[in-house]
């Protein structure tokens, strides 16, 4: 792809992108982003806009950027080659501010067309190449992660995207290099390398495997996009492996941006029962309840923390209900106390949200300190007419772990199963209460 191509195309791309997101942030929020704003990715000054933003427009706005990655990544890497540049420069392209400078960069360079045409003919993969691939692949991947949650303390998108994108970058780039093979043998090694990668982080009591199972459906189809690239770039460049320092090195840099970005948003979780029993006999088994005899659901059992009864030491605003885990307890001092319709809570302590399913009993990855919060709580009962009732009960949380919109998915799945194993539970206490009463 020739300079002016290149800039051409880019420039159109991003004037076309930009002009159809601005017009539909502002028709559906009636906010403007500026053309300052909006080519300047720093997190901390467009997240206070995004957080406005309703989940289905942050979901779509994500799904529409995709295609462009894509295009912009393909035509930055075609360029690069055209240019008689390494071809490794395409990392840059995801790279905060350094991708403005790489695109102008190869916008003022001439054609020099010294890579490679691609094989005409193409063998499997060698067992030895695979197993090459997949090691190397893989190790850079735990040593990444080692370094983003070990040294950092960040699970950012450098860590969930940005390390399985180099992965599969690398062990294609490995694999084709020497002996080029098809794209489908390719993807099944980038595959491997993402499973040896997650049994790594797992042997060398990095995480536990809860959370590489929860991370593999969003690092799988990554270390695809990056297993094609790289496999591209051995086609044409085979010569340019002395250049993957680049790639490693581009995670570290991202993992250290995202080290200043602002506070996670705090989300609010509801669910809801009705009960056939009336306010008064809800109130008493909402404030405080035995233990919950109904066995934990398959994903609790597996580690995840899950209530068990509450207590509270007291009456009335102020007094200490403690809810208490299957970790440990939730310390809740009552901050609103109108019997029988409300009930507020603040927390002030929490137990871990989880047990790592680990082989080692002494894991405890850094996510396990606060990536998960807890703010506070709230029952709400409305009166039903036959004497029924509607409780609502709500958390308020956050979580700082990216990208958001995935594991703030199964964050609120989580927070739902564990509101409704207690309102479930209430719903059965008082029911069962009120059928005994004389009233009935």
């Known amino acids: 792809m020739d300079r002016r191509t290149y800039f051409a195309s880019g420039a159109g ?13 502002w028709l559906v929020t009636r906010q403007l982003w500026s053309p300052l704003e909006y080519l300047i990715p720093s997190v901390i000054l467009r ?16 799904v529409w ?13 075609r360029r690069a080659l055209d240019a008689g540049r390494s071809p490794w420069l395409v990392v840059l392209f995801f790279v905060p501010f350094a991708n403005y400078v790489t695109m102008l960069g190869l916008s003022l360079l001439p054609s020099r067309a010294v ?108 270390a695809m996009a990056g297993a094609t690239l790289g496999r591209v770039i051995a086609l044409r460049a085979p010569a340019a492996g002395a250049h993957a320092f680049l790639v490693v090195l581009a995670v570290p ?27 008064e006999i809800v109130w008493r088994h909402v404030v405080t309840f035995r233990e919950i005899a109904a066995p934990p659901a ?40 109108d019997a029988p319709r409300r009930l507020s809570f603040d927390v ?31 029952f709400r009962l409305i009166a039903l007419a036959g004497g029924r009732t509607r409780l609502e009960g709500s958390t308020w949380y956050t979580l700082d772990l990216a990208p958001g919109i995935y594991w703030q998915w199964w964050a609120d799945a989580l927070v739902h199963a564990i509101h409704d194993r207690v309102l ?7 029911e069962a209460g009120y059928s005994e009463s004389p009233r009935r």
């Open 13 to 25: 791309l991003m004037i076309v992108k930009y002009t159809l997101d601005v017009a539909i942030v």
């Open 47 to 62: 997240d206070p806009k995004v957080r406005t933003f309703p989940e289905w427009l942050i979901v779509a706005m994500v």
């Open 65 to 77: 950027s995709l295609p462009f990655l894509w295009i912009g990544a393909s035509m930055t890497l």
């Open 115 to 222: 890579s490679k045409p691609p094989p005409a003919a193409l063998e499997p993969a060698s067992f030895r190449a695979a197993m090459a691939s997949i090691v190397v692949g893989g190790a850079i991947g735990v040593m990444l992660v080692a370094f983003c949650t070990g040294v950092l303390n960040g699970y950012g998108p450098a860590l969930f995207l940005g390390t399985p994108f180099v992965m599969g970058l690398l062990s294609a780039f490995i694999l084709n290099r020497r002996d080029p093979t098809t794209a489908g043998a390719t993807m099944r090694v980038a595959a491997l390398t993402t499973a040896l990668g997650g049994i790594g982080l797992l042997l060398f009591v990095l995480e536990g495997a809860i959370c590489i199972a929860l991370a593999i459906p969003i690092a799988l189809p990554v």
């Open 253 to 279: 840099g991202l993992a250290v941006l995202e080290t200043a970005t602002l506070p996670a948003p705090v989300r609010e979780v509801a669910s809801v029962v009705e009960i056939d029993a009336p306010p």
């Open 298 to 337: 398959w994903f609790f059992r597996a580690g995840i923390a899950y209530p068990v009864r509450a207590v509270i030491d007291g009456e009335g605003a102020g007094a200490l209900r403690r809810c208490e885990f299957s970790t440990g307890a939730f310390v809740e001092p009552i901050t609103v106390w």
């Open 348 to 378: 002030t302590a929490q137990p871990d949200p989880m047990r790592e399913l680990s082989p080692y009993r002494s894991l405890r990855p850094a996510h396990l300190d606060g990536a998960f919060r807890a703010h506070r709580g709230e």
């Open 424 to 430: 479930v539970h209430v719903k059965r206490l008082s």
